[in-house]
Structures are given as C-alpha cells and as structure tokens.
C-alpha cells in the first residue's frame, strides 16, 4: 500500500472545496484565539470588542468552527485591528494564492 499525504486532516474525509474552506477556518480560528489569549481579556470583554456573544467567543476558542464563515472570522481581524490581504497571481504565473494577516495597524 503507498503512503498519501494530504494537505490537511479534512483532506483525508471531505472534497477538496470543502476541506481548503475548513483547513482555512481552522487556521484563522487558531490565530484569533491565540491573540485572544495574549491581550488576558476575559471572554466577555472579547466579546464586547468584536461586538459577538460571549457564546460566540467560547465557541471560537474551543474549535467549533462549523459555526463561523470565513467572512465573520475576517471581521473579528478587522474588530482586533489586523489587516488582510490576498495576493491572486495570474494563472500563468504558476504562483500559489496566499492570504496574509498584517500586523495590527491599531490598537483596539
């Protein structure tokens, strides 16, 4: 039997759409919730600055990422003060897209 690699774990159990879409929230997930822990806020006052429940942070934190859309992760960054760009290369640069989250252009 021949080893498969994957680009990530939901790879291995959904379409490729699916799993670029989930790979990618999980990744902005883990981002959000890591700068969460480094301000040493409480979920709460989180949730006032993103202007969410504090249901909805407890749910960020805890992975339950089948509940945000890539479009709500993106205006937490906004509400946290990071920047997002995405750099689309023309088809026959041969160049693989990428999203890049920019330092924080402010303090929240």
């Known amino acids: ?6 680009d990530s774990p939901f790879h291995v159990t959904h379409d490729s759409e699916v799993a670029s879409k989930k ?4 990744e902005l997930s883990i981002f959000i919730t890591d700068y969460i822990k480094t301000l040493g806020l409480k979920q709460s ?3 006032a ?4 429940t504090q249901s909805r942070v407890s749910e960020l934190t805890t ?4 509940k945000f859309t890539i479009d709500a992760m993106m ?6 003060g990071f920047r997002t760009t995405f750099t689309l290369p023309s088809n026959d640069a041969g160049a693989m897209p ?3 989250v ?3 252009v402010h303090t929240c």
């Open 98 to 100: 990428q999203i890049v």
């Open 45 to 47: 006052e989180v949730a």
């Open 63 to 66: 992975g339950k990422i089948e």
């Open 1 to 6: 039997m021949a080893v498969q690699f994957f």
């Open 75 to 80: 205006d937490m960054l906004d509400k946290l």
């Open 49 to 52: 600055r993103l202007n969410v």
């Open 23 to 26: 790979a990618l929230k999980m």
């Open 102 to 104: 920019i330092s924080q």
